[in-house]
């Protein structure tokens, strides 16, 4: 039996909180409220409340670092579960293994690893997604891809049941697996990373990484990072680039100045401003080059 305290709903299993803003718990800022949000401490309090949801009849959607989402103004109906808050790491020196819980900030795995000789969380160095929005999306960067390093994922499903699914099983593909726009939670996830390597010479990598990223993504602003996938074998930035639209604005959304694939909030941009931004882009781009742009980020709630 749970328990109203003013617009949280409790019980010694779950917690939930009513219309909660979700703009902070994404990169970007930007989008309205949860009409339910939980931010589970563990497995079973993440189990308590998919049970609660569903007891409830209540569409879920799930958040972890809100890095490659774009949520609408009016925000999401039902229960929005954000895993930030599951966070366990365990690190074998020896074996190379690491397991790590859904939350967990993908980046500072790099960090983590590099301190235990670790060799293969280089690339992740800047990418601000937790561990199960890493499985989810296939994140990738420099050459490396979670594909690669997954030795398997703890999946949730509806009922409850804990599965471990293999990469096989995950259908990877560029930046996406089977997992994105299934009901299935990723829990945690095991990598294998190569071990008994020199530490200082891991983090230099990772530095080296980290600082050329700062120099051309514009990381002092709010974004979601790549906005639109590259219509392989051209670049999304390049042809945004080249059809002058570095810098355009709508509202407080712009395209960057730094890198015209990524769209930054100014300061109270609103979804509504990006979604403009995104059309106006892809737009423009099919006129100037026939190429049809689809987006990246993942755009949810109603515009
Ligand atoms: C500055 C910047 C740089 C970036 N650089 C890169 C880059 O180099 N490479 C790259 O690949 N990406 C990059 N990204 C995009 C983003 O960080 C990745 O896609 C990341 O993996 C998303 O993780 P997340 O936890 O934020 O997921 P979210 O954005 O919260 O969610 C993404 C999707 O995964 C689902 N999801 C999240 N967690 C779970 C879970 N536990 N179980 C089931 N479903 C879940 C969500 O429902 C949603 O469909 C960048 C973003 C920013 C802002």
Known sequence: MAEQLGNELCNEHFAVTAQAPLARLTTFRV?????????????????????WGQSQGLPVTLLGAGSNLLISDRGLPGLVICTRALRHTEFDATTGRVTAAAGEPWSSLAWKAARHGLQGFEWTIGI??????????NAGAHGGETADILVEAQVISPDGTLTMLKPEDLGFRYRTSKLQGSDKIV????????????AAAIKAATATDLRQRRETQPYHLPNCGSVFRNPLPHSAGKLIQEAGLKGYQIGQAQISTLHANFIVNLGGAKASDVLALIRHAQSVIYERNGIALETEVKVIGEF
């Open 128 to 137: 601000p997604g937790t561990v199960g929005g890493a499985v989810v999306m």
């Open 187 to 198: 829990a945690s996830a095991i990598f294998q990373l190569s071990p008994g390597h020199e």
């Open 31 to 51: 989008g309205g409220q949860a009409e339910w949000l939980a931010l589970p401490k563990t497995l079973e309090q993440l189990t308590a409340a998919l049970t």
